[in-house]
DNA sequence: TCACGTTTGTTAGTAAAGCTTACGAACAAA
DNA sequence: TTTGTTCGTAAGCTTTACTAACAAACGTGA
């Protein structure tokens, strides 16, 4: 086979030379990347840096995988054994890992002594400031799973009041714990920046309020805050096989958390996820709280929701299908909206939470057909739209979830 | 200041029980996190690894601040002198560094023998399999810069026929220079995996294609491959402050690429920044090639513009605004499918690659009015919305970074 | 019963990596 | 000429994870 590759030669001065075939191509001059970027903080790595990258992955393989002998987690890790045992001295040290005895079930060689992370030794404090009307808080084991719940009402309060009304929460819950507390972690509304600064919430009144360095001080404990439905992602993705997942947070407001490649995404203004005020459609809508006309939020939020159903009449003969109707619409809306992201980020799982009621039905299959209906069926056939199982709990389980990941490197 | 803070209790065997105020909190069990999922490939760190992690760290600071001591590297990484020495002892035994000579400037102390990657020490060969009509290739040096060209017509090439031209260009390419050649990346349209597998580019009649092997075998070489549109973003990446960038490629089609948080986005079945064949609006659209009304690529598509431009009457009276019209249109496409990805991703930098006389007036700016207007003013303050100033390089020099940043961890 | 193989966890020693300390070389300024 | 500064390198130390070897403890099969 013969190809006619036609080539032109650019000399080393830039001026172009023609060599064999003559070919004009326009081409730009070649300037050099850019050195005027700031070097990235990708930072050095030290020995200690792997060791404790090492430690967290030991710590990683014990939580997920369960109780295990030196030599399994060794296996899991690649680690010799010997290392595994260094490492794991290290974390019973620290009381986080326990030895549990010896393994029952027979077999050839010396029997194992089995370790596991000591679920019980550790408490977590989780904070939710994303309902409306209270605060609620909870202390939440290793494992998830809630101990204690405690909240208070927040109606109205603002500023500085709601600063407080957290801390008596957070104060309230360190009290009916005697066990050690890692950390805590809280889920604020609003624009929240990686040092845990609420930029702005509204709803709370809240501007540069540091949150974080607040509590840090208050509570002499490790702190960490978030936006709500990012917290509220990291939950979901504690119970997901996905790395790359989004997560839809309908309540008084409609906010979305987003994980990509098994790290959240934050934003280059630390609003991602504020999909709330984005339009939907070209025919207009429902005028919103911001002044714009077809918000996200004003097809979808609960409040419109339950008062578009609230004027139905109830004993009319259509009124489930009218109900359906109304669902379905806010449904497809959700669907127009999200079909762009989906189809950007190819994702292959989106979740909703919120009340059941309202999305788990007609809105939920509505947003379905609509996502099928407007993106490429062969990039996205395996795309999955669920309810979250963790209810109205993900945002406190979220929020040990940071804390977990921030503070040992595991999730 | 006195709150009233509530609390329930839950017995740690899971049956709630109360205690001072009682409370009816609704809650699901609280289920451990699951521990099915598989144990992340997160792998252990060996110290080598971090000795090529600090190397790269070493290389890419001369990369990107040009020439300068030994000292000024271990001040710019945090590495001390005495390690950056054994480093860079190391890079110039390679040849990627070479030392420059003493320091011309007069200062106190002696004399710095400056030092700076040999740039001419190797080149790389870059191919854009993304147009229409030809494949394009380049030798490029390790700034970016286009030493030669080729390119071979591909028209009604398919299936091994492509496949074989592009070995043909390589090939030629490879003859056309006596310099080392670190490696060789290839933009290629369509689904491509990351083992450079094309999984899916029906404009070549390309199934499973296992380009990334095949050239490897064939030239012996390191090869990368991935989608034109996701090479093109790492171009414009290397040019730009930003670590958070979408770049959209209008040509025969739509595309776009993405980098968050500097890594660029992949997508779990490979087809991330596939926005093509999205639909626009609610108010139906031109009829798509895919078969749906109102696809990005319907209203946006090079030959689609070119087309509704074609029918206009240059010799009338309002030509100008008449061809304005069908571009603002066009860009409003664009913005409405914008507007739901940038909110969700928070991006402050959205980059336009493709015909400047098309997409860089009427268009651009009605884009930037339609993502204005249907996005939150303040969470997306500062976006920028530009065309690219790699024109139609930007493929090639893409793979020239993507063999740079897997070869040498530069970028 | 008893030698043998298998598995576990530990001890001892080694290689790699980056650190601190110390030092000679080379220059500017006083 | 003296003093102070900066650069690059040499030597030795610490940390880390590795390999090799081994004792303990168990099942298996002759």
Not at 47 to 70: D, F, I
Not at 171 to 190: D, E, F, H, N
Not at 263 to 286: K, L, M, Q, W
């Given at each position: 086979?013969?190809?006619?590759?036609?080539?032109?030669?650019?000399?080393?001065?830039?001026?172009?030379?023609?060599?064999?075939?003559?070919?004009?191509?326009?081409?730009?001059?070649?300037?050099?990347?850019?050195?005027?970027?700031?070097?990235?903080?990708?930072?050095?790595v030290l020995p200690e840096h792997a060791r404790s990258h090492n430690r967290s992955l030991v710590l990683q393989t014990l939580y997920t995988s369960g109780a295990q002998s030196r030599a399994d987690v060794s296996r899991g890790t690649g680690l010799t054994r010997v290392t595994v045992s260094d490492l794991v001295a290290d974390l019973i040290?620290?009381?986080l890992v326990?030895e549990?005895?010896?393994r029952?079930?027979?077999r050839?060689g010396k029997?194992a002594t089995l370790i596991d992370v000591?679920?019980?030794?550790?408490?977590?404090?989780?904070?939710?400031?994303?309902?409306?009307?209270?605060?609620?808080?909870?202390?939440?084991?290793?494992?998830?799973?809630?101990?204690?719940?405690?909240?208070?009402?927040?109606?109205?309060?603002?500023?500085?009041?709601?600063?407080?009304?957290?801390?008596?929460?957070?104060?309230?819950?360190?009290?009916?714990?005697?066990?050690?507390?890692?950390?805590?972690?809280?889920?604020?509304?609003?624009?929240?920046?990686?040092?845990?600064?609420?930029?702005?919430?509204?709803?709370?009144?809240?501007?540069?309020?540091?949150?974080?360095?607040?509590?840090?001080?208050?509570?002499?404990?490790?702190?960490?805050?978030?936006?709500?439905?990012?917290?509220?992602?990291?939950?979901?993705?504690?119970?997901?096989l996905?790395d790359?997942?989004?997560?839809?947070?309908?309540?008084?407001?409609?906010?979305?958390?987003?994980?990509?490649g098994g790290r959240?995404?934050?934003?280059?203004?630390?609003?991602?996820?504020?999909?709330?005020?984005?339009?939907?459609?070209?025919?207009?809508?429902?005028?919103?709280?911001?002044?714009?006309?077809?918000?996200?939020?004003?097809?979808?939020?609960?409040?419109?929701?339950?008062?578009?159903?609230?004027?139905?009449?109830?004993?009319?003969?259509?009124?489930?299908?009218?109900?359906?109707?109304?669902?379905?619409?806010?449904?497809?809306?959700?669907?127009?909206?999200?079909?762009?992201?989906?189809?950007?980020?190819?994702?292959?799982?989106?979740?909703?939470?919120?009340?059941?009621?309202?999305?788990?039905?007609?809105?939920?299959?509505?947003?379905?057909?609509?996502?099928?209906?407007?993106?490429?069926?062969?990039?996205?056939?395996?795309?999955?739209?669920?309810?979250?199982?963790?209810?109205?709990?993900?945002?406190?389980?979220?929020?040990?979830?940071?804390?977990?990941s921030?503070?040992l490197g595991v999730s």
């Amino acid at each position: 086979m013969t190809t006619d590759v036609q080539r032109s030669q650019v000399s080393e001065t830039g001026a172009p030379t023609t060599g064999g075939d003559v070919l004009t191509v326009p081409f730009a001059d070649a300037p050099i990347f850019t050195r005027a970027r700031a070097l990235r903080p990708t930072g050095k790595v030290l020995p200690e840096h792997a060791r404790s990258h090492n430690r967290s992955l030991v710590l990683q393989t014990l939580y997920t995988s369960g109780a295990q002998s030196r030599a399994d987690v060794s296996r899991g890790t690649g680690l010799t054994r010997v290392t595994v045992s260094d490492l794991v001295a290290d974390l019973i040290a620290e009381g986080l890992v326990v030895e549990l005895g010896q393994r029952e079930d027979a077999r050839p060689g010396k029997p194992a002594t089995l370790i596991d992370v000591d679920r019980g030794a550790f408490r977590i404090i989780g904070i939710d400031l994303s309902e409306h009307q209270r605060f609620l808080g909870a202390v939440v084991d290793l494992d998830g799973g809630i101990v204690s719940r405690a909240e208070v009402a927040c109606a109205g309060a603002s500023g500085e009041n709601a600063v407080a009304l957290v801390v008596e929460l957070v104060r309230s819950l360190l009290a009916s714990t005697t066990i050690p507390v890692l950390g805590i972690g809280v889920g604020s509304p609003g624009v929240v920046d990686t040092l845990g600064v609420v930029r702005s919430a509204p709803n709370l009144g809240w501007r540069d309020i540091e949150l974080q360095s607040r509590l840090q001080a208050e509570f002499a404990l490790p702190v960490h805050v978030a936006n709500d439905a990012n917290v509220a992602v990291l939950a979901e993705h504690g119970a997901s096989l996905q790395d790359d997942l989004l997560l839809v947070k309908v309540g008084h407001g409609v906010g979305a958390g987003l994980i990509i490649g098994g790290r959240p995404v934050i934003g280059g203004g630390f609003a991602a996820g504020e999909i709330g005020h984005v339009v939907v459609g070209t025919d207009g809508g429902p005028r919103c709280a911001c002044g714009k006309d077809g918000c996200l939020e004003a097809w979808l939020a609960v409040p419109r929701l339950t008062a578009q159903l609230a004027e139905l009449d109830g004993d009319a003969p259509d009124a489930a299908s009218a109900r359906d109707r109304i669902l379905a619409e806010a449904g497809r809306r959700l669907g127009i909206i999200l079909a762009p992201v989906v189809g950007a980020l190819n994702l292959s799982e989106v979740v909703l939470s919120g009340p059941a009621e309202l999305l788990d039905g007609a809105l939920h299959d509505a947003t379905v057909d609509t996502l099928r209906m407007r993106t490429m069926a062969e990039h996205n056939r395996d795309l999955r739209l669920r309810m979250t199982e963790q209810a109205e709990d993900i945002v406190l389980r979220g929020a040990a979830v940071m804390v977990l990941s921030g503070q040992l490197g595991v999730s």
